[in-house]
């Protein structure tokens, strides 16, 4: 059966709460949340045509470059920060994911995982992988620091956040035990609830 990732992440969300979600894109998401979970939600894009969709939807948004903007939120009072699918864009990964656990109590980030199997076969035959989670080209792709699921945990440990929850999605959005019981493998995408320790 196929996973929508905004399903595990609608229902990780607090109803009612206060979010930012940080690389919003079309605005999607965010309207699920404030139509389905009554969320005082607010989008951070730096793409026009994507706030523009924001804008048509009726969600709040703002036009921010998240590697230098995140610290106009540090006063918000935000309950939760989303980041999926951005994280990997950035400059400066860890540092993004600690500044959003300062400005909200918990955050969900989601990550294409570079260490899926067919990702291994296509760089062990010298080429940067293509597939249906990271379909750009090497020239193309706005990805900058892809990493595996181990990297991601790994970094979490080393920043001391605490991994409340994660899911892992295999090939067609679906969930399988091989991308459950081996995730650095066979899971092509890693959706995780942090916190703080």
Known sequence: MAIEISKVIQDWVPRGSKIVDFGCGDGTLLKKLIDEKDVQGYGVEINDKKILSCIEKNVPVIKLDIDLGLHDFEFSGFDMSIMA??????????????KMLKLSKTCVVTLPNLGYWRCRINLAVGKMPVTPDL??????????????????ENLCEEQSITIKEKFFIGPKNKKGIMSSTNPNFFATEGVYLLEKK
């Open 85 to 98: 699918r951005s994280i990997q864009c950035l400059k400066n990964p860890n540092i993004a994911l600690e």
């Open 135 to 152: 379909p750009s080209s090497w020239y193309e792709t706005e990805n900058i620091h892809l990493c595996t699921i181990r990297d991601f």
